[in-house]
């Protein structure tokens, strides 16, 4: 089992900034890729960023040029930082990581969610 722990959520007004972490712990074993995303009630949860282990990051295009996503899979922790914020960011935040386990189980872990909201 992987456990993920996510922190830095919380409110901002537009235009400003948060940064998210998310340290993996447990029978950690191989970190194929971290990430994050979000979702908001009624809608589908929906990719933010990804960062693979090879260094690799990959944003939806409502944050590109916004969103920066940082960390060391090696180190097994991840990064969101989040600028110029809008009211549409506004969301539950999961933190993700694509994991193979020693007997070759792929399997998408996350995290418990860290609610942020952009309003003024």
């Not at 830095?8 to 995303?37: E, F, H, R, T």
């Not at 944003?59 to 996503?69: E, H, L, M, N």
């Not at 989040?82 to 960011?89: A, F, I, R, T, V």
Request: charged residues 20%; glycine residues 12%; aromatic residues 10%.
């Amino acid at each position: 089992q992987v456990q993920l722990v996510e922190s830095g959520g919380g409110l901002v007004q537009p235009g400003g900034s948060l940064k998210l972490s998310c340290v993996a712990s447990g029978s950690i074993y191989i970190i194929n890729s971290m990430g994050w995303y979000r979702q908001v009630p009624g809608e589908e949860r929906e990719m933010v960023a990804t960062l693979a282990s090879r260094g690799g990051t990959d944003y939806a295009d409502s944050v590109k040029g916004r969103f920066t996503i940082s960390g060391d899979t090696a180190k097994n922790t991840v990064y969101l930082q989040m600028d110029s914020l809008k009211p549409e960011d506004t969301a539950v935040y999961y933190c993700n990581a694509d994991h193979t386990s020693y007997y070759q189980t792929r399997w998408d872990y996350w995290g418990q969610g860290t609610q942020v909201t952009v309003s003024s």
